[in-house]
C-alpha cells in the first residue's frame, strides 16, 4: 500500500518511535509482537465474533434523505454512534484488550478527552476482568460528567490530571509517566492513530472495519464499493483512519478531513494543526504540531473535547502533505450548528466531533450525482450539558 506505514514506523515523513529508553523494551516488545497476535486466526476470530456479538457490527450505512436533498448529493451516514458505548472508539479497545491478554498483561491505562476512549477502554477491561486506570484532563471531567461516572460504575479508577492546559495532551503526558513507571504489568492502549509506532498503525488497522463495511454496504445500495467522499473529523483520528482505510490507495476516492478551528484559525483559540502546526514530535511520534518558535507546545481550543489536542496523527500528516486528504478547518459555531441541523433534520444527536464533519458539507461544492459517506463517528449524549450551555447562551429556543 502505498500509504500505509514502512518498518521502521514512517508514513512519509512523519512517525517513528520517539520514546524514553525506559520504554524502549514494552514498545518494542509490542513492535514485535502486534502483526502474528493480531493476525493469527483465533484472535482474529474473537476479535470478530466480539465486534458482532458484543459492539453490534456492522453499524448502519444510513442514507440521510433531508440532508441529502439540502445539500444536493446522496449523503450516507455510517453511524458509529450505534457502536456500544456510543463511539467508535470501542472497536480498538476490543482488540487490544485481546492483544494485552495475549502478552499476559495484568494491568491496563488509557488516556481520555472527550471520555468516549475511557469508556470504551472501562469497557473491554470490565469484559475481561482487567484493572483499568484512566487519566483524563481536569477540565475534561468536568465537561464530560456523565462519561466519568460511567467509567467508575465500569470499575475503573478515573485520575483527573491538573497539570499543563488539563486536557487531552496532559492526559497523555501522565499516562506516559505512568506506563514508565509500570513497564512490565502494564499496557497502554492509546485512543488514536498518535504515539510511538506501533500505535498509529495498530489502531488504524483495528479501525479498518469500519471503511470494510462501507465498501460491502455501498455495494449493496448503489452497486460501486467506491463513494466520491469519505468524511470524518479529525483529531488525533482513529475514526477518520478507519473510515479512509480501505479507500488509501483508491485516489478516485476522495478523502475529506475535518479539524477543529475553535473559536477561529487565527484567534489564539483553535486546534487547526494543519494549518497552524509545524514538524514537531509529541508523545513519541514525529508530526504536524502546533508550537512556538523555540518548541513549546501551543495549548489548543476547541469546543470538542475530543478534538482540543495540538497535533494530528502522523498518518494523517503524511494524507494532507501528500495531497491525498483534504481538510477543512471548521469553529465552534459551525459545528454547533451542523450539530441542531442534524438533530432537527434527522432526528440524530451527534457528538460534537462528528459535527465538525457535518458542517464541512456546507464547504464541499458537491453534484447531484455524487456519493459521499460521512462518518458519524459518536453520539451527543456525552455533550448534552454543552450543548444546553451552548444553546442558552446563544439563545436557541431548544424547542424550534
Not at 153 to 163: E, I
Request: hydrophobic letters at 40%.
Amino acid at each position: 500500500m502505498k500509504y500505509a506505514v514502512d518498518e521502521r514506523g514512517y508514513y512519509g515523513n512523519f512517525g517513528g518511535a520517539y520514546i524514553p529508553e525506559m520504554l524502549y523494551p514494552a514498545v518494542e516488545e509490542l513492535r514485535q509482537q502486534y502483526l502474528n497476535i493480531i493476525y493469527d486466526p483465533s484472535f482474529q476470530e474473537e476479535f470478530n465474533n466480539l465486534l458482532r456479538d458484543y459492539v453490534g457490527r456492522p453499524t448502519p450505512l444510513y442514507l440521510a434523505k433531508r440532508l441529502s436533498e439540502k445539500f444536493g448529493a446522496k449523503i450516507y451516514l455510517k453511524r458509529e454512534d450505534l457502536a456500544h458505548t456510543g463511539a467508535h472508539k470501542i472497536n480498538n479497545t476490543i482488540g487490544q484488550i485481546l492483544l494485552a491478554k495475549r502478552m499476559g498483561k495484568t494491568r491496563i491505562i488509557a488516556e481520555t478527552g472527550a471520555g468516549q476512549h475511557g469508556v470504551a477502554t472501562a469497557t473491554v477491561c470490565a469484559l475481561v476482568g482487567l484493572e483499568c486506570v484512566v487519566y483524563m484532563g481536569k477540565i475534561d471531567t468536568e465537561r464530560q460528567k456523565p462519561n466519568v461516572s460511567r467509567m467508575q460504575l465500569l470499575g475503573a479508577t478515573v485520575v483527573p490530571v491538573t497539570s499543563g492546559s488539563q486536557t487531552l495532551k496532559d492526559a497523555t503526558n501522565e499516562a506516559i509517566r505512568d506506563w514508565i513507571s509500570n513497564p512490565v504489568d502494564t499496557h497502554y492502549i492509546i485512543g488514536s492513530v498518535v504515539g510511538p509506532h506501533p500505535y498509529p498503525d495498530m489502531v488504524a488497522r483495528f479501525q479498518a472495519i469500519i471503511s470494510e463495511e462501507i465498501k460491502a454496504q455501498l455495494l449493496e445500495k448503489e452497486g460501486t464499493d467506491k463513494p466520491d467522499y469519505v468524511v470524518a473529523c479529525v483529531g488525533g483520528g482513529s475514526n477518520a483512519a478507519g473510515a479512509y482505510y480501505h479507500f488509501l490507495d483508491e485516489e478516485e476516492v476522495n478523502l475529506i478531513a475535518v479539524e477543529a478551528a475553535g473559536h477561529g484559525i487565527d484567534t489564539g483559540f483553535s486546534a487547526a494543526t494543519s494549518v497552524l502546526g509545524t514538524l514537531g514530535i509529541i508523545h513519541g511520534s514525529k508530526t504536524l504540531l502546533m508550537q512556538t518558535e523555540d518548541g513549546q507546545i501551543v495549548e489548543p481550543h476547541s469546543i470538542s473535547a475530543g478534538l482540543d489536542y495540538p497535533g494530528i496523527g502522523p498518518l494523517h500528516a503524511h494524507l494532507i502533505e501528500s495531497g491525498r486528504a483534504k481538510v477543512y478547518s471548521v469553529t465552534d459555531d459551525e459545528a454547533m450548528e451542523a450539530l441542531v441541523m442534524c438533530s432537527r433534520m434527522e432526528g440524530i444527536i451527534p457528538a460534537i466531533e462528528s459535527s465538525h464533519a457535518l458542517y464541512a458539507l456546507n464547504k464541499m461544492e458537491l453534484k447531484p450525482t455524487d456519493v459521499v459517506v460521512l462518518n458519524l463517528s459518536g453520539r451527543g449524549d456525552k455533550d448534552l450539558a454543552t450543548i444546553i450551555n451552548y444553546l442558552d447562551n446563544i439563545d436557541v429556543p431548544h424547542g424550534k
